[in-house]
């Protein structure tokens, strides 16, 4: 009871602005750089995690150019010198901009050094297909799975998205945050049509949640889904549908794809030797992808049947709203999917 | 503004494209408010003189690429208020068949190649295209719309430095309305203006009133000369303002209230119409009149794009690849 009475309700942007800001308080080489992130009467950032906090750090939160290059290689030497950026893009689709800064310099330096230095960048990204368009929607976690060095994490929730935060301010390791636009719960003109709940009971501690391991957000026996972000939100819808027909299905939230908690899933799978992959990008060289062909190499003999990767189309997200719905996978392409599987 | 030497029908075919481009904007506006358009809007109010000034100097098959702001760009480069109006709405008549969307209008037809969200990634595109122009001898022109907060990113300096390099057939058109997205141009830009940039490429940077659409017009006639006659690129800055939020909602609490009220006194549209009447080009009838057509052309395309199909969800499969196998 009195753990409750000091609980709050976040939602995941007031989560990460309370987790940067204290995050600041507490360790003085913690920056903010970014567009838009600290303009008086503004926004900050393109979904109003850093509202306000201009005021209280005006040192500290630095309002950039249109310059996404320049953002990342800033915080990549900026880091270099002991200080602990957190460099954001509006978009993920505009980390496109940064590749060079992101793929070469902060996820390698530190290995080409022999090891001899560290790179404490946090990168924090928006993500998901939300009626923008093909240059607004990417997914961007895939692209960087192929890029050694950068570890990546998916909060779906608010009490993860502020864990998740702490760990990687401290971590003296790159790590790509991919924050959903549909998660958020933003507020005022930077609401979100179609916005999902994600917001969590917040206890008033230092509490940390750590890169690498999955959290099983439904337990069952039957079939296991692995999925992040906005579709572990729907995966969870899936499986009330599929409860009603008697199928019993595990849902794994894996947080963080690198490193990736092999551990729970393989147990999952050991107990119900049904796997589905559920992702918001495209099919080929998804994590789907990625967990499909380590179970294959590694846990075969765990599975009864194949395993099933729902995923977008290999196409970029479509603008028009029915071209959009039948693009990002749906609840009910779960359930069909599910019970696919069952019926092998 | 002028010393008369404009016809009165190229006068008032000014006004009608930048009265057009205001319509159909606050037209969107009010139907994405209500709820009735889906996805996301940046619009243009209050920067009509840019676009039209622009496109006024431009020949049919020259081509622009514009930005994430795009609907007064297509529109003043020949694109019509229907196909638009259904892109908007994401249906297979839009211009983009429902796959584009507001911020990827375009229609190769009228020399628009589709717009580019990513800021700044529309400026070597017009190079490539006036490079293109000069490799095959075609006297045509190319140009990138882009605002001041473009002028930011590393691919302003290379497309820039490689037109030069090549004496490219291509204007860089700036429009300065003295914000990139919340953040004001004076916060991150350090230099008085921006086209004195264009002197470190060796090339002319001219800044203009970007409010008045026969300055822009003259500024650009020039630079599209120079470019038609190899003379290479230019770069053309257009000072303006926005006079509605940056997108959606956007209250824009970070502009002044006496910088916008200042703004709002000298926006292009009414200030235009100061100009024909006080130079008897037009009297409140005629420009009634072009109004009321105006409306007409707009009314009709949005009840033909909410009347008209959406596409079927499987066509978002289609379009990718020419060769499908
Ligand atoms: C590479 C990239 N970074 C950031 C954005 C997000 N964004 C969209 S518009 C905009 C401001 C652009 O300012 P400006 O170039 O001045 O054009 P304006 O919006 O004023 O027309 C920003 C930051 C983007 N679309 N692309
Ligand atoms: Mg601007």
Same mark, same amino acid.
């Given at each position: ?47 109003? @995690? ?287 999917? @599910? ?6 | ?30 139907? #994405? ?138 204007? #860089? ?103 024909? #009447? ?42 990718? #690849?020419?060769?499908?196998?």
């Amino acid at each position: 009871m009195v753990e409750s009475l000091l609980m709050k309700k976040l939602s995941i942007v007031e989560a990460l602005r309370e987790g940067i800001r204290q995050e600041m308080i507490r360790d003085e080489r913690v920056f903010c750089i970014g567009e838009d992130i600290a303009i008086p009467g503004g926004w900050g950032g393109a979904f109003t @995690v850093t509202l306000g906090m201009e005021e209280e750090f005006p040192e500290r939160m630095l309002n950039t150019p249109i310059s996404e290059a320049g953002i990342f290689g800033y915080a990549c030497g900026a880091a270099l010198m002991g200080m602990r950026p957190i460099a954001d893009v509006q978009y993920s689709d505009f980390l496109f901009c940064a590749m060079d800064q992101v793929a070469n310099n902060i996820a390698k330096l530190r290995y080409m050094s022999g090891g001899k230095l560290t790179m404490p960048v946090v990168l924090r990204a928006p993500v998901g297909v939300t009626g923008r368009g093909a240059q607004h929607s990417q997914c961007i976690e895939t692209f960087f799975l192929p890029v050694p060095g950068l570890k990546i994490a998916c909060p779906a929730t608010a009490y993860d998205a502020l864990g998740i935060l702490r760990t990687a301010v401290r971590c003296d390791d790159p790590v790509l945050i991919c924050e959903h636009k549909l998660l958020y719960g933003s507020k005022g003109a930077r609401k979100e049509s179609g916005a999902v709940d994600a917001s969590s009971d917040i206890p008033d501690e230092d509490y940390t949640v750590p890169l690498g391991k999955a959290v099983i957000r439904r337990e069952g026996k039957d079939v296991t889904i692995v999925a992040t972000l906005l579709m572990m939100h729907r995966s969870m819808q899936a499986a009330e549908v599929l409860a009603q027909e008697g199928i019993d299905a595990e849902v794994i939230d894996p947080r963080s794809l690198v490193p990736f908690d092999w551990e729970t899933v393989k147990a999952s799978v050991g107990k119900t030797g049904r796997v589905i992959t559920v992702e918001e990008s495209p099919k080929r060289n998804g994590i789907g992808a990625e967990i499909a062909a380590t179970l294959a190499e590694e846990a075969a003999e765990l599975l009864v049947a194949p395993i099933k990767r729902i995923a977008a189309p290999n196409t970029p997200a479509p603008f028009s709203p029915p071209m959009e719905k039948f693009y990002i996978p749906q609840v009910d392409n779960i359930v069909q999917a @599910v019970r696919d599987v069952m019926a092998y | 503004m002028s010393d008369g030497k404009y016809t009165t029908e190229f006068l008032l075919d000014l006004y009608r494209r930048m009265l057009t481009i205001r319509r159909f904007e606050e037209r969107v506006k009010y139907l #994405f408010l209500e709820g009735i358009m889906p996805g996301t809007i940046h619009q243009c109010q209050g920067q009509e003189a840019c676009a039209v000034g622009v496109c006024a100097a431009l020949e049919k098959d020259d081509v622009i690429t514009s930005t994430h702001r795009p609907h007064g760009h297509c529109l003043a480069k020949g694109m019509t208020v229907k196909e638009m109006m259904a892109e908007l709405f994401g249906k297979v008549t839009g211009c983009c068949k429902g796959k584009g969307g507001s911020m990827h209008m375009g229609d190769m037809s009228k020399g628009v190649i589709p717009a580019i969200a990513i800021v700044g990634g529309n400026i070597p595109v017009a190079g490539g295209a006036a490079l293109a122009f000069k490799l095959s001898g075609q006297k045509r022109v190319a140009v990138s719309f882009m605002g001041d907060g473009a002028v930011n990113e590393g691919i302003f300096h290379e497309a820039l430095n490689m037109a030069a390099m090549w004496t490219l057939p291509v204007v #860089f058109v700036v429009e300065n309305n003295l914000y990139g997205a919340s953040t004001p141009v004076g916060m991150v830009v350090r230099t008085k203006t921006i086209a004195e940039r264009a002197a470190i490429y060796k090339f002319p940077g001219v800044t203009v009133d970007g409010n008045d659409p026969l300055a822009v017009y003259e500024a650009m006639r020039v630079a599209v000369q120079r470019a038609r006659n190899g003379g290479g690129p230019t770069l053309l800055e257009l000072m303006t303002y926005r006079i509605t939020g940056h997108s959606r909602r956007d209250p824009a609490l970070y502009q002044p209230e006496d910088e916008r009220k200042k703004a709002l006194a000298s926006e292009p549209i009414g200030r235009f119409e100061k100009y024909l #009447f006080q130079g008897r080009f037009s009297t409140q009838q005629r420009l009634d009149n072009i109004s009321k057509a105006v409306d007409t052309e707009i009314e009709d395309a949005v009840t033909a794009a909410m009347s008209a199909p959406e596409p079927n969800p499987e066509d978002a499969l289609k379009d990718l #690849f020419v060769e499908t196998s």
